[in-house]
């Protein structure tokens, strides 16, 4: 399997852009997660989808961020208008629902926002 | 609420040396415990995981243990390399979905 793939995988934009945040889960995995990464807060989960519902978006930090997952193969995270210091690495995992590796999750190689 | 608190770093070995990790946590109930690896530039990989106490997780030559009674999931290797340098995540599962993980151990080995 290709394994969960995001895009892009670096975005440079100024404050008051729109930023969007593209994930493909693994073929299969019916659980989506979306975290952020920064060297001061580690590890954030923002959202969580279940079978394309969002489950838990507790950890969404503002309402200027939203994130959609319209089928089962893409997700979209989107961030307007940014700002500096939404600077960080945003990562996408997905979940399998059976077999024995439900209860982990498999990263994409996250995208690396800077916003300037 | 349910959390880990791992080893701070960063930690720098020579290849061959031992390395451990320590992990503790604490949980109202029976969390499942993970070890996650990060490459430098890549998303997080799972490395190993326990689900109940005793389990032992093992990959690569790493092992971890899961101890209820000292609520401990310490992560050893016995002879590090150089492509072991990585960022590592101790973490455990919180209900049915959510990963509460550390704030990252950096290891750098040289060679």
């Known amino acids: 399997d290709a394994g969960v793939i995001q895009s892009p995988r670096h975005e440079v934009t100024e404050m008051g852009q729109e930023v969007t945040l593209r994930c493909k889960p693994i073929?299969?995995?019916?659980?989506l997660f979306w975290y952020r990464q920064t060297m001061m807060r580690g590890l954030e989960l923002l959202i969580y989808f279940n079978n394309n519902v969002p489950i838990d978006d507790s950890g969404m930090p503002e309402d200027r961020f939203s994130a959609k997952m319209p089928n089962a193969s893409f997700s979209t995270l989107k961030i307007q208008p940014s700002e500096p210091r939404d600077s960080a690495v945003y990562f996408c995992?997905?979940?399998?629902?059976?077999?024995?590796?439900?209860?982990?999750?498999?990263f994409g190689p996250g995208t690396r926002l800077t916003v300037l | 609420g349910d959390s880990v608190t791992q080893m701070e770093g960063p930690v720098t070995l020579s290849e061959e040396a031992f390395l451990t990790i320590n992990c503790t946590y604490t949980?109202?109930?029976?969390?499942?415990l993970f070890w996650y690896v990060q490459y430098p530039g890549e998303g997080l990989q799972l490395l190993l995981k326990a689900t109940k106490a005793d389990d032992k997780g093992s990959n690569k030559g790493f092992e971890a243990t899961y101890r209820k009674e000292t609520t401990s999931f310490h992560l050893e290797k016995g002879s590090v390399q150089v492509s072991d340098s990585a960022v590592y995540f101790c973490a455990l599962r919180v209900g049915d979905y959510k990963l509460s993980f550390g704030a990252g151990t950096t290891v750098t080995v040289r060679a």
């Open positions: 073929s299969g995995h019916n659980s």
């Open positions: 949980a109202t109930g029976y969390p499942s």
């Open positions: 995992a997905s979940s399998p629902y059976r077999g024995r590796d439900t209860d982990t999750q498999y």
